[in-house]
T-cell receptor, first 111, second 111 residues
Framework: KQEVTQIPAALSVPEGENLVLNCSFT??????LQWFRQDPGKGLTSLLL?????REQTSGRLNASLDKSSGRSTLYIAASQPGDSATYLC??????????FGAGTQVVVTP | NAGVTQTPKFQVLKTGQSMTLQCAQD?????MYWYRQDPGMGLRLIYY???????DKGEVPNGYNVSRLNKREFSLRLESAAPSQTSVYFC??????????FGSGTRLTVV
């Protein structure tokens, strides 16, 4: 069974600093790796999806990498802003679309 | 707006009562899912439906039943609610991974 871990559980950074969020998974036969953002009391918003054959995906200030051999994915957010404050969840997906989630990293960006 | 719609948004049940959570998507996705989210934990899969007419158990199916009424609708039923089912429930749809879209959630309290 795939297990997904996110460390740290919480992170606080000053505005402008780059954010680095870590995700580790146990089963390297992962179909894809997805990153989501969740604002308090809201649903999840998809940020980036990396297929198992890819090494990274980029969208604006966001870049996510995938290293299947080490069981790790990293989400980079450049030049953080207070609006980036949220909980970020990573999830490993199988070929049926089922996701195994980590517990998330709660990010606070201080002005 | 295109997306996943969940009803109700909030519900309080007494132990032993039953209820059905409704979910509908208008993106013509084949796959639909029900997850629950508990404090300090990632989302866990309850049931999923890979296509109209099929349903399968996820990680935590006990105490729940589902119905894939048609391609658009996927409902989750609690036959006899228990306090352990107090949680936030999310419905989602996708096309085998890419294009994962979540609803805004149902906050359920069982007293």
């Amino acid at each position: 069974k795939q297990e997904v871990t996110q460390i740290p559980a919480a992170l606080s950074v000053p505005e402008g600093e780059n954010l680095v969020l870590n995700c580790s998974f146990t089963d390297s036969a992962i179909y894809n790796l997805q990153w989501f953002r969740q604002d308090p009391g809201k649903g999840l918003t998809s940020l980036l999806l990396i297929q198992s054959s890819q090494r990274e995906q980029t969208s604006g200030r966001l870049n996510a990498s995938l290293d299947k051999s080490s069981g790790r994915s990293t989400l980079y957010i450049a030049a953080s802003q207070p609006g980036d404050s949220a909980t970020y969840l990573c999830a490993g997906g199988d070929s049926w679309g089922k996701l195994q989630f980590g517990a998330g990293t709660q990010v606070v960006v201080t002005p | 707006n295109a997306g996943v719609t969940q009803t109700p948004k909030f519900q309080v049940l007494k132990t032993g009562q039953s209820m059905t959570l409704q979910c509908a998507q208008d993106m013509n996705h084949n796959s639909m899912y029900w997850y629950r989210q508990d404090p300090g934990m990632g989302l866990r899969l309850i049931y999923y439906s890979a296509s109209e007419g099929t349903t399968d158990k996820g990680e935590v199916p006990n105490g729940y039943n589902v119905s894939r009424l048609n391609k658009r609708e996927f409902s989750l039923r609690l036959e006899s609610a228990a306090p352990s089912q107090t949680s936030v429930y999310f419905c989602a749809s996708s096309e085998r991974g890419p294009g994962y879209t979540f609803g805004s959630g149902t906050r359920l309290t069982v007293v």
